[in-house]
Every structure is written in C-alpha cells, then in structure tokens.
C-alpha cells in the first residue's frame, strides 16, 4: 500500500469534528476517488494525507511508514504526495507562469538548470509554452488548472491528490484534464480526487470511498458502491445516469440483468438486438417460418462471395404484410486508428487520412488539439473521444484518434479492452512513424478483431 490511514481523528480549532474514525489503504498506481456531499470531510482528509494537517489521532502511513511531522519529514512526504487544491487561486502565486511552475523545483533544492528543463518540459507537455509569462490570475479557470497540476507535477511525486479537480470547467477542459488524469496514471502514478460528482466516480475510478458527515460509510469498486441505492441517497448523492438508463432499459426487457455498463459503448453493446422489419410476404409464409430478404455479396457477405439473408416471421398481418426478425445486421466493421502527434509529420498526416480512407478525426489532450488547429486539421470531436470514436466504428465509420505520447497507450488500451470484452469486430491498430512504442507493447494492432 502506497498510503493508508489508520483510525484517522481530525477536529478543526472551533471544534468541528471534520474526520471521525477513518482508515484507508490506498495501493499504488490505482485511480481513486472520494466521493460525499459538501462538508462531508473530504478536503481535510487530503491536507492531512499530505501533512498540511496533523492529526488529532490515529496515523497517516505513506510507504508502509508513518508520517514523520518534522520540517524535514513533511519536505520528505510533500515532494511524494503533491496536492493540487479546489480553488486554484489558492495555489498559483507567483508573478508569473513560469515561476509557479518553477516555485516547488526551487524549493527542492534542484540546479538552475534542471529547474529550467522541467519547467520547460511541463509548459511543453501542457501547452502552456505561450502563456508563461503571464501572471497567472490573467488565466482561464481550465489553464489555471493545468499550471496548477504541472507546478505539482514538475516535483515528480508519486501520488497526486486533486481536490475536485474538474469543478467550474468547461466539458472540453473537464475532459483535458482527465486526459491527463488518465496519462499520469498510464505513467505508474497514484492519482486520487474527490468530487461530487457520481458519474464521474463510477466511470473513472478504479476505487471508490464513499463519505458522509465524517465518516466513511463504503468503499470497493464503483460497481459494488453504487449499486447500494440506499447508501447513495443517505449520503445525499444520487445514482449514476448510465445505471439509471441501463435499469430502465433492463426493466423493459431491452437489457440483460446485472450488468453494470460504466460508459455508453457498454450500454450499447448490451442491448438486446431487436431489429425488426415488416416485408411482403405471401400466403406460403407462416408465423415461424422463414422468408429470404436478399443476398449479401462481397465484403458484406460473411463467409465466401454470397450470403442469403433469412429472417424468422414473428408475425403475420391480415393485408399480407409480415413482421419479421433481422438476424444479421449488415454494417461493416468500422475501424479506429490512433496517430502519435509527438511525431507529427504534415505529409505522411495526409497520406494516412487518404490511404485508410479516414472519416473522422478526434484530438485528445491540448497539444494535439493546438498542432490540429495549427496545421487545419478537420477535427470533428474533442470531447469524450475514445467513446464516440468507438460509437462511430461501431455503425461503420473509419476513425482516427490524434493524440500525443502518455496517452497513446491509455487509448490504445481502453480500445483493446472494448473489443476484448464485446467481441465486436473493429480495426484497430497504431499509424505512422510515432506507432513503433506501442507496436513493440501489443500485439494486436494493425489486424482485424
Ligand atoms: N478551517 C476550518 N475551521 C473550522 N471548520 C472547518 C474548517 N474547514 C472545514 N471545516 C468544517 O469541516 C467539515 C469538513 O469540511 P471539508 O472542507 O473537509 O469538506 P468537503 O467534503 O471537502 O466539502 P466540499 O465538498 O464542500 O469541498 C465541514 O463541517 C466544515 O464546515
């Protein structure tokens, strides 16, 4: 266990008892996250998870050892575990982006130029590169967030804390900063957050703790923690929406029983397939019967040059008209490629666009997204792009993800899974030059599924 608390006691000088009897243990490189109302305890609980705070009693243990509260002990615990706050007016200071960026390198003792090649390592990895001589109270509340999180990451801690990290953002720099979320944590690093917000928690979380007036009430997996209505609404929270949909549907018979999809291509592939179509049908056709709705050639067709489609008559109306079942839906597989934009290379951009008849580009993460409207690159979707693009593949379309290095590998593994768990047939692989790190890793790409 990387941290882990042990009877945790916290009372504010007023006298609030803030933490009441909490004990967490925390494994390494896992996505956490602490969800509860407002007041629930959860911002006191991260300052005493990094040492802002001292506990009243119980025991804070970063590494299996516990927290040593001496300057030296807490400069030891704060370089490990970097807390990036709520409100980042709370955390950036300096006259200038870079040297908030600069502040917790300096103060760690590192030469001047190491400072200056991390520093400039996070405003490239950030695109923070043009705002850094900006004050940053001139920022946008979304770039705020970035130095923020890139001050704290230019220590190289081993955790990162993130006090409800993606409140007053907008969807698409919400979504950045989860890109980078997802990054770090493709990096081997522990990431917790807190949030109210339980769609968030479900779908993201490899973890979840649960906190109501102090307490804590549950923990597990989002699907185990969300699944107790109950419990949910006593801590005033509600139900995940996708649950919600997901129990109608499976209340009408739509959906299978106790599933639990975390995102829409789940929802999706859950569904039962009720494809139902009304043809002539003449008086030879009974209820039961089959009636042949055509012939699929070519790439359509699934096994050899010809395949008759026969469909089952579920019903037969008295104009001669009958309803029948579709047991094959005739959509070809669609397919998603994911280009690496650290190698970006105008010309052989456009030739993949060509050469894999491409029909849907989405960006992730800000750097991609800047080079896109840099070079004129029609980008269709930069929000939620790993769903959508598996939506897109799904009905046919030939998608390209354009992203850059940490998060090649997050998406190239969420795919993998989508396909590993549907059995859906999808082409997925890696494209052009910057694909060879991730073709060395899997084994899959470039092939059908
Ligand atoms: N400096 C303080 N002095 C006294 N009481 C405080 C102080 N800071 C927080 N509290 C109280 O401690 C309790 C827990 O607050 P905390 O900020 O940890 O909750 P939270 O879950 O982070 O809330 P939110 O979701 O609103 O950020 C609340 O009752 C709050 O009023």
Known sequence: MILETKNLEFSYPDGTKAIDDISITIPEGKKVSFVGKNGSGKSTLFLLLNGTLKPKSGKVLFGGKEVNYSASGLRELRKKVGIVFQNSDDQLFAPTVYQDIAFGPLNLGYSKEEIERVVNQMLDHFGLQSLKDKPPHHLSGGQKKRVAIAGVLAMDPDIIILDEPLSNLDPVGADEILDILNELNGLGKTIIISTHDVDLAYQWSDYVYLLSSSKLINEGTPGFVFSNDEEVRNSALKSPFILDVYRELEKRWLAPGNAQPKDIPELVQLLRSIDLMRVEAGPEIEVGGCVNLGVLFGEFAKDGLYEAVNSRVLFKNDDGTAVVELNRRVLKPGAIYVYDMDSFDKDEFDKIIEEYDIDHIGAMGKKSKDIAENEGIN???????????????????????????????????????????????????????????IDSAGKEEGKEE
């Open 379 to 437: 980008v269709v979707c930069n929000s939620g792009v790993i769903d959508k693009s598996i939506l897109n593949a799904i009905t046919g379309s030939r998608c390209l993800i354009i992203t850059s290095k940490g998060m090649v590998s997050h998406t190239a593994k969420r795919i993998r899974e989508y396909i590993r768990n549907s059995g859906i047939r999808l082409v997925f692989g890696p494209v052009g030059k910057g694909a060879t790190e």
